[in-house]
C-alpha cells in the first residue's frame, strides 16, 4: 500500500495542479471577484502533497503498510478543517438547478457583473 501511494500521490498531485493552472489566477485586478476555486485546488494539492510526505517518511521508517491509514486520517482531518475553503464546487446551477459539466465545476467562475450569483449555468448567465 506504500509503494501504490507513492507511486499515485505524485501523478495525482500533478494532475491537481494541472487543474489549477487552468483556472483563473489568484493575483487579479482591483475589480476583479477572487477565485475560490483556484484557491481550494491548490490546498487540495497542498494536502496530497503532505500526505505523499507522510507515506514517503513511512516508507523511509520501514514502517508496516496500516501506518498509513493514520496518515490518510489526518488529511481528512485537514480537509474537514478547511471544508469552508475547499467546498466551493457545486455540481448543479445555483439558479435553475440544471447538472453543470465537468469542466463548468471546475473552472467556471462567477460573472463579473454580478458576483453574487456563482456557479450558474450558461443558460441562466444569458438572462
Ligand atoms: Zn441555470
Not at 500533478?14 to 477572487?34: C, S, V, Y
Not at 498509513?68 to 466551493?88: E, H, K
Amino acid at each position: 500500500m506504500l509503494e501504490g501511494a507513492v507511486a499515485v500521490l505524485p501523478m495525482l498531485a500533478i494532475a491537481i495542479l494541472l487543474i489549477n493552472m487552468g483556472q483563473r489566477p489568484l493575483t487579479r485586478p482591483p475589480n476583479e471577484p477572487r477565485s475560490p476555486k483556484r484557491a481550494a485546488t491548490l490546498m487540495v494539492a497542498g494536502l496530497v502533497l503532505a500526505l505523499l510526505g507522510g507515506a514517503l517518511v513511512l516508507q523511509r521508517l520501514r514502517a508496516p503498510d496500516w501506518t498509513l491509514l493514520p496518515a490518510i486520517a489526518a488529511t481528512m482531518a485537514a480537509g474537514w478543517a478547511l471544508r469552508r475553503y475547499l467546498a466551493v464546487f457545486r455540481s448543479h446551477c445555483r439558479n435553475c438547478g440544471a447538472r453543470l459539466s465537468l469542466v463548468e465545476i471546475l473552472f467556471r467562475e462567477q460573472a463579473a457583473e454580478d458576483p453574487t450569483q456563482p456557479d450558474r449555468c450558461p443558460a441562466c448567465d444569458r438572462q
